[in-house]
C-alpha cells in the first residue's frame, strides 16, 4: 500500500509514553537503535522522530504531515496548524504541565514586575519574550539549554520560565513559583494542507480517534462479577458505570453475571463495598481504549 501520512512522534521526555499509547490504540511502534525513522505496522503511515519543540515547525512546513506535541511550543512559534485534538496523558501526575516564573526562595521578588530589568533563563525564549511585552515589563531573555533551575543558584539568572507538573523539581533546587504563564498538554496537529487531503485528513482523524480511546480506557477498567438474584438491585446500585452495567443469567441458576466499565478512582473503594453485599467471582481487567 502506498504511503498516505507521514506522522511525527515526539523524541526525547514524551516518546516512551507516546510509543506505548499508540500501542494501545493499535499501532506497534518499533524503534531501533539511533535510527530516527521508525517502523510502524501500518503500511499507510510513515514515521519520523521529531523533537517536541520542533514538531510544529516540521509539520507547518510540510516536512510532516502529522505529529504530536505540546501546546507550548505550538505557541512558542506561532505555527499555523490544524489542532486535530487534544491529548491529556502526563508520564508523573494527573496534574496538567505548566509553565512558570519561578526565583530564588530568598528573593526580594514577589510579583513579576518586580522583574523589571532583570534576567530570565528559559527553553521558551520567544513566548516569555512576547509575555514580558505584553505585561510592559522590560527584562533580559536568555535561552537555556537544560538545567535551568540551575541557573538561578548559579547566578546566571535572576529568574527561569519552565514547565512543571509537581514542581517538585523547583522545590528541590529552593526556588519559588511568583506566576504561572502557560499551562499546555500534548496536542496532535496536522499540515493544513495534508489536513485539506481528504485521504490524508481520514487517516489522521482515525488515528485521532483511537488515540482518545485508548487515553480514556487509562482511566477506566473492567469489572465482572457473579451476584445472586436477591442481591442484584443493591450491587446495580453500587456500580458507576458509564451506562447500565451487562446482567446476564448463569446457566440453570439463580445467580447472574455482571459487567461494567468504572473508573479507576472507585475501585478500591467499590470492591470491598461489592464483596460485603455478596457479589462473588470478582475479576477487574485492564481496558485498551474506550469510544
Known amino acids: 500500500m502506498q504511503k498516505i501520512i507521514k506522522l511525527g512522534i515526539p523524541k526525547g521526555s514524551l516518546q516512551n509514553a507516546t510509543i506505548e499509547l499508540f500501542r494501545r490504540s493499535g499501532w506497534k511502534i518499533n524503534v531501533e537503535g539511533r535510527s530516527y525513522f521508525p517502523d510502524i505496522d501500518d503500511d499507510s503511515i510513515e514515521c519520523a522522530l521529531c523533537r517536541a519543540q520542533e514538531m510544529s515547525i516540521n509539520v507547518e512546513s510540510g516536512v510532516i504531515d502529522a505529529g504530536l506535541t505540546g501546546l507550548d511550543w505550538v505557541a512558542e512559534h506561532e505555527s499555523d496548524v490544524h489542532?486535530?485534538?487534544d491529548l491529556v496523558y502526563s508520564k508523573v501526575s494527573a496534574r496538567p504541565a505548566r509553565w512558570v516564573i519561578a526565583v530564588a526562595g530568598d528573593s526580594p521578588v514577589q510579583e513579576i514586575k518586580d522583574l523589571e530589568g532583570m534576567t530570565i533563563s528559559t527553553e521558551l525564549v520567544k513566548f516569555?519574550?512576547?509575555?514580558?511585552?505584553?505585561?510592559n515589563i522590560n527584562v533580559t531573555v536568555k535561552f537555556s539549554w537544560g538545567a535551568t533551575e540551575a541557573k538561578i543558584v548559579s547566578g546566571l539568572a535572576d529568574a527561569i520560565v519552565e514547565i512543571t507538573e509537581t514542581e517538585s523539581t523547583i522545590r528541590a533546587h529552593?526556588?519559588?513559583?511568583?506566576?504561572?504563564?502557560?499551562?499546555t498538554n500534548t496536542q496532535l496537529i496536522a499540515n493544513k494542507t495534508a489536513w485539506q487531503d481528504t485521504?490524508?485528513?481520514?487517516?489522521?482523524?482515525?488515528?485521532?480517534?483511537?488515540?482518545q480511546g485508548a487515553l480514556v480506557a487509562n482511566t477506566m477498567v473492567g469489572i465482572k462479577m457473579n451476584v445472586p438474584e436477591n442481591k442484584i438491585a443493591k450491587i446495580v446500585s453500587l456500580l458507576p458505570s458509564l451506562n447500565a452495567p451487562t446482567i446476564a443469567s448463569l446457566y440453570q441458576s439463580d445467580w447472574f453475571s455482571v459487567e461494567s466499565i468504572i473508573d479507576t478512582k472507585y475501585v478500591r473503594d467499590l470492591i470491598p463495598q461489592l464483596l460485603k453485599e455478596g457479589a462473588e467471582g470478582i475479576i477487574e481487567y485492564p481496558l485498551n481504549k474506550v469510544l
Do not use: D
Not at 529552593?174 to 499551562?183: K, P
Not at 481520514?202 to 488515540?211: G, N, P, S, V
Open 83 to 85: 489542532v486535530v485534538t
Open 128 to 135: 516569555t519574550k512576547r509575555f514580558f511585552k505584553e505585561h
Open 199 to 211: 485521504r490524508k485528513r481520514e487517516k489522521i482523524q482515525q488515528i485521532a480517534q483511537l488515540l
Open 174 to 183: 529552593n526556588l519559588r513559583v511568583i506566576h504561572e504563564i502557560m499551562a
